[in-house]
């Protein structure tokens, strides 16, 4: 019965892969900021009495109601989830089990996402677990109602259309003053949580096109002159530039050695005397 226990003792104490430290540590921040309509990544890392552990690891990440995130990644290579790639709702891993790192991201976070978040890691074992216990809080932040850019944009159908891109939370609405009078049938707007864009055709040459926002502490505009469809092509891009350049550069070159061949070739030749000319050809 001794010599039993003893292999017992013996076993845990020296095979590999298993306890070879009795303490568990979850490493998180007090805190993470992110602004409205952005992805959020709170990270949390994590360390096991456990040396090159291979069996399931299951991370869980809750609130203090509920539970929004679990997913098992699995030791079996062979086996679906290893990597706890799946998303669930608008939560994922952005961490990796296998490399202690079981960081949550939260898309296009809103503002009732502000919550204190706690990690917990399980491993096959039900008691071999462990979490943190004082948590990540969410902070979203604002963001402020900014009017970005106004550019001139040609469509695949060749159409050229003025555009005004803002930002904020919520986004601004955007008025056209310039031209005035615009028919509200003209305009489009896409918007998302935080970004907006509105947009009119750009079918008045020689017109100086004004957007405006009413921000929550002034009034933003933005202006560009439109010159007219042939002059407001949009640029040739560097690249295909630079190909047309050296192409042009290599054809020069070869019509330059053509006309050096022929010169010589010419040179080589005796002229005809004039008095091998044929009849009635005059050399005055």
């Not at 706890?84 to 503002?111: A, M, Q, W």
């Not at 002059?231 to 006309?259: K, M």
Request: charged share 15%; net charge positive; glycine share 6%.
């Amino acid at each position: 019965m001794k010599m039993q226990l003893i292999q017992i003792v013996f076993f845990l104490c020296c095979s590999p892969g298993l306890m070879t430290d009795n303490k568990w540590s979850m490493t998180v921040p007090k805190a993470v900021d992110q602004d409205f309509g952005e992805d959020a990544i709170i990270p949390c890392s994590f360390t096991t009495p456990y040396e090159n552990y291979k069996n399931d690891t299951t991370a869980i990440w809750k609130t203090k109601s509920r539970v929004i995130f679990r997913c098992v990644s699995k030791g079996n290579l062979s086996e679906s989830g290893q990597n706890c790639t799946e998303s669930t709702g608008r939560y994922s891993l952005h961490g990796d089990p296998r490399s202690n790192n079981i960081s949550l991201r939260i898309k296009n976070v809103l503002f009732m996402d502000v919550e204190t978040y706690f990690c917990r890691v399980e491993l096959s074992k039900p008691r071999d677990a462990y979490e943190t216990t004082t948590g990540t809080i969410l902070n979203i932040r604002a963001v402020p109602q900014t009017l970005e850019s106004i550019y001139i944009q040609t469509l695949p159908s060749g159409e050229q259309v003025v555009v005004c891109d803002v930002k904020g939370t919520p986004p601004p609405t955007v008025t056209w003053i310039c031209p005035e009078n615009i028919n509200a049938s003209l305009v489009s707007v896409q918007s998302s949580f935080v970004r907006a864009s509105s947009s009119i055709p750009a079918n008045l040459p020689n017109t100086n096109y004004t957007c405006q926002i009413h921000g929550k502490n002034r009034t933003q505009h933005l202006s560009i002159y439109y010159r007219g469809a042939q002059e407001q092509q949009q640029q040739i891009p560097f690249p295909f530039f630079l190909v047309v350049t050296i192409l042009s550069a290599v054809f020069f070159i070869i019509f330059l050695v053509t006309l050096a061949v022929l010169y010589k070739k010419g040179g080589d030749h005796e002229m005809p005397s004039s008095s091998g000319r044929a009849p009635g050809i005059s050399c005055r």
